[in-house]
């Protein structure tokens, strides 16, 4: 098919362009050194509006309308023509927003990302909120762009998971916080004041040998991935073949292991999706980040958290990291629900909270309500409203994530839908394949890796999130099942976690 052949040779040229922009921003975060950062972000700004020029031309309009208009179109397979209707999408947005502007805006997000990490070394909300001002109102601009006569924040959620409003997460959240609070409380009352972390520093060779483990163990393919440290867990996509990894080499264990196999998820997700996809993007899962979220919190505490995910390697795991507990105490203190200040290293339950609270300042910053100037006392607020703590200083508080330095506003709530939809897929998996106690014990977690890679990875971006959850459980978006889940598992007195 001349069309599609035609379409896929320019892809390629944008491709490998954003390949460049990748491989340039993993430097700049993880290896280069600080005096090249600002020649760094300079490349990558070029290289990002090459590739930006690729995806506004009208050249590549006609290629991609080529393709959807051609007879041969229709014998695509329903993934390919998904993801052509979704360049077409990209490019209807793209072409609305001026080059400059555009330059610009990738500029201030990565020196704004440079402040932050500085900012957040040194405990210094005031270094950080003149480039987060100005992100605030370049997003409002973007967006003024891209969706012009749309609320700006409902378009930053439908860019994140299509189909998702504000009043839809409203409702969502709302039944949480009516459900978990009482159940907080409930659970703290039953616990003691146990430490809910191993303090324990390592050095960056130990802990990437022992990543390197866990990953594979869950089903990550290192030989198309890689490792690094940066002061914030993420996983980003290079291109197909090239999937890596950063966590923070922090003096906690749990949270390293935690970390580690929530980023594998998120790996896991990107290194299998359909090979007939590759060809129209590296980055092959857009407009479904909850989803994806779904997926590394899927195997962090659905599995990650189960004693029997550990039973068959925690010798090996207890060797590497010269660990003294037992296997027993190990998993309890990844269970422990405590209220904590560092999202990352929060419980799963207390972890709803954190996104609840971030959701709210978002939509409230850009509903008008909130201003940077408010931003640490209104986080602190919520703090104390939700778990009972109030910050002391900036770092656990209002400079702890790394997403708003990017522009990434409307990103923090895919993590508690995707809480949502795990709910959900355990109770369709586990009527599928049968228990996961069993299966995990047994050493056998790749069973329930590759249903979720039949079932939701091979298909990308292709279909959102809702579609997905809706076709594989039968019904749509609840939050009963993860609320029912809390609720054994903390409250059962006979489970054994």
């Not at 990302?113 to 997003?139: C, G, H, R």
């Not at 970390?259 to 007939?276: A, L, P, R």
């Not at 290293?345 to 978002?362: G, K, N, Q, V, W």
């Amino acid at each position: 098919m001349k069309e599609l052949e035609e379409l896929q040779k320019y892809q390629r040229s944008i491709n490998d362009l954003e390949y460049i922009a990748n491989i340039l921003s993993w430097e700049l975060k993880t290896k280069a050194p600080k005096g090249s950062s600002n020649y760094l972000i300079d490349v990558k700004s070029e290289v990002s509006l090459r590739k930006f020029k690729l995806c506004s031309s009208h050249d590549y309009e006609s290629l991609i309308d080529n393709v959807i208009e051609s007879n041969g179109f229709k014998n695509l397979s329903i993934l390919e023509q998904r993801y052509i209707n979704i360049l077409k999408k990209d490019f209807n947005k793209n072409i609305l927003i001026p080059q400059q502007f555009y330059k610009e805006y990738t500029v201030l997000c990565d020196k704004a990302n440079s402040v932050w990490e500085q900012a957040k070394n040194d405990n210094d909300y005031n270094m950080f909120k003149p480039y987060l001002k100005e992100i605030i109102e370049k997003t409002k601009e973007l967006y003024g762009y891209t969706y012009p006569g749309q609320d700006t924040y409902d378009a930053m959620l439908n860019d994140y998971e299509l189909g998702m409003t504000s009043s839809v997460i409203d409702s969502l959240f709302d039944e949480i916080k009516k459900e978990l609070k009482p159940l907080l409380q409930e659970i703290i009352g039953k616990s003691n004041s146990a430490i809910n972390y191993i303090p324990r520093k390592y050095s960056d060779s130990k802990l990437m040998d022992t990543a390197s483990y866990l990953l594979n163990y869950i089903g990550f393919d290192l030989n198309r991935g890689a490792l690094g440290i940066y002061p914030h867990g993420y996983t980003d996509k290079m291109n197909n073949n090239d999937v890596r990894i950063a966590f923070k080499n922090s003096n906690s264990v749990t949270d390293f292991a935690s970390t580690i196999i929530h980023e594998g998820g998120h790996g896991i997700f990107e290194q299998n999706i359909d090979k007939s996809l590759y060809p129209y993007t590296n980055h092959c899962v857009d407009y479904c980040c909850a989803l994806h979220e779904s997926q590394s919190r899927f195997y962090e505490n659905i599995l990650g958290r189960n004693i029997n995910f550990w039973k068959p390697i925690y010798n090996d795991i207890k060797r590497m990291l010269d660990l003294d507990i037992d296997i027993e105490e190990f998993v309890t203190k990844l269970n422990i629900v405590k209220p904590s200040f560092i999202r990352t290293e929060a419980d799963e339950l207390t972890y709803c909270f954190h996104i609840i609270i971030r959701y709210e300042i978002e939509r409230d910053i850009f509903k008008g309500k909130i201003s940077v100037d408010d931003l640490p006392t209104v986080w602190n607020e919520k703090m104390v409203e939700y778990l009972g703590i109030k910050p002391t200083n900036a770092n656990e508080g209002i400079l702890q994530d790394v997403h708003w330095s990017q522009g990434s506003f409307g990103y923090f709530p895919s993590y508690l839908i995707g809480s949502i939809y795990d709910g959900m897929l355990k109770e369709t998996i586990e009527k599928e394949i049968g228990s996961f106690d069993e299966i995990l014990s047994h050493g056998d977690i790749k069973i329930i890796t590759n249903w979720l890679i039949n079932n939701i990875h091979k298909n990308g971006g292709a279909y959102t999130g809702p579609e997905i959850i809706e076709r594989l459980c039968n019904k749509k978006i609840t939050s009963e099942p993860l609320i029912r889940y809390f609720r054994e598992k903390y409250l059962d007195d006979h489970n054994e976690i």
